[in-house]
């Protein structure tokens, strides 16, 4: 048996209330913890973008691939955890820092090219946008001067290349509408 790594799953979904419900329980009732969840609407109307990043080895996430598709919004999905892709988190992070830190706290930023987006007497507010090793990297320095808050947005993930993930969905969409009965 295969050890489990991080798998990184991009689904299509039609823009419905209840669907991020029934994708989370999916993986609940599986008993996977979901690492990082991103989700959002695409250009195309109607249609969202989940990207979710959790542990499973090569068998689970065949399965979870096939039980993602028996979700009835669920219009495509991707394991691009073997593809050529790009991935961004993005961060907020509250760090103590008076007069006699801020410039250093100021310096470590640059270092990372993370910005400052809040400035108060006795904290700064930076924003970073990286790969999670990068944003890691940041907060273990920022550690020692006092991490006040901290939140991320989830890892988001596109495949390199000139391929429309989005072409393929919209040859889907007019025969999903005729099976539903819709006009």
């Given amino acids: 048996m295969d050890r489990p790594i991080l798998r990184t799953f991009i689904a299509y979904v039609e823009d419905r209330p209840g669907v991020l419900n029934r994708v989370a329980s999916l993986f609940r009732r599986r008993a996977y913890n979901i690492e990082s969840l991103s989700v959002g609407r695409t250009h195309i ?71 400052t987006v809040d400035v108060a007497p006795e904290a700064l507010t930076i924003e970073i946008t990286g790969t999670g090793d990068k944003i890691e990297g940041l907060l273990d320095v920022l550690r020692p001067f006092g991490i006040i808050e901290m939140v991320r947005t989830g890892m988001i993930v596109m495949t390199r290349g000139a391929e429309e993930a989005e072409a393929r969905l919209d040859t889907m969409l007019p025969a999903r509408a005729a099976d539903s009965g819709a006009p």
């Avoid at 969202?48 to 669920?74: C, M, P, Q």
């Avoid at 050529?84 to 250093?104: E, F, W």
């Fill in 45 to 115: 109307t109607g249609i969202s973008r989940l990207t979710l990043v959790l542990e499973a080895d090569e068998d689970g996430a065949r399965r979870l691939e096939a039980n993602l598709y028996k979700l009835v919004n669920t219009l495509w999905v991707q394991d691009v955890t073997h593809t050529a892709s790009v991935a961004r988190d993005l961060a907020l992070i509250k760090v103590r820092a008076d007069a006699t830190t801020r410039a250093q706290v100021l310096q470590l930023c640059e270092v990372f090219r993370a910005r």
